[in-house]
């Protein structure tokens, strides 16, 4: 990724009538690298990457209020609240790093056995 100074030099250095040849040599880059960055530049591009972020039907914020007040809730009473599938809900979870699991109760192994013996007993 070159630096947007380096994009400018590049670009000013060809418009100020040196040759492909002469370009390539210096920067080391094709013409069809100039005639990219010209237009990028001539169009505003000032070298920072805008990121848009999708429109979710699932709004994270919400999500995340709507565990904290119904921690309990199956994930089809969440898709019913946002409108989507469970699926949906599960893949939101899963990248917002909310687990559904609960805590069982203790359970000790050879209850039975241990139940049987104590009648005995």
């Known amino acids: 990724m070159y630096s947007i100074d380096f994009i400018r ?3 000013a ?7 492909f040849m002469e370009l390539r ?4 880059i094709p013409p069809e690298t100039y005639y990219q960055w010209k237009e990028k530049l001539e169009n505003g591009y000032d ?6 972020e999708r429109k ?9 209020r709507a565990v904290e007040e119904k ?25 917002l790093k909310i687990t559904r699991k ?4 203790p ?6 056995r241990n139940d049987q013996n104590i009648e005995h007993g």
Do not use: S, W
């Open 9 to 11: 030099h590049a670009v």
């Open 102 to 105: 609960k805590n069982p109760l």
């Open 107 to 112: 359970i000790t192994k050879n209850q039975k």
């Open 47 to 52: 070298g920072t990457k805008v990121f848009r």
């Open 25 to 28: 040599n210096t920067f080391g």
């Open 13 to 19: 250095y060809k418009d100020k009538g040196h040759t």
């Open 71 to 95: 921690p309990g809730a199956y994930l089809y009473e969440f898709a019913q609240q946002f409108g989507c599938t469970p699926q949906a809900i599960f893949l939101m979870f899963k990248k």
């Open 56 to 64: 979710r039907i699932i709004d994270k914020e919400k999500l995340k």
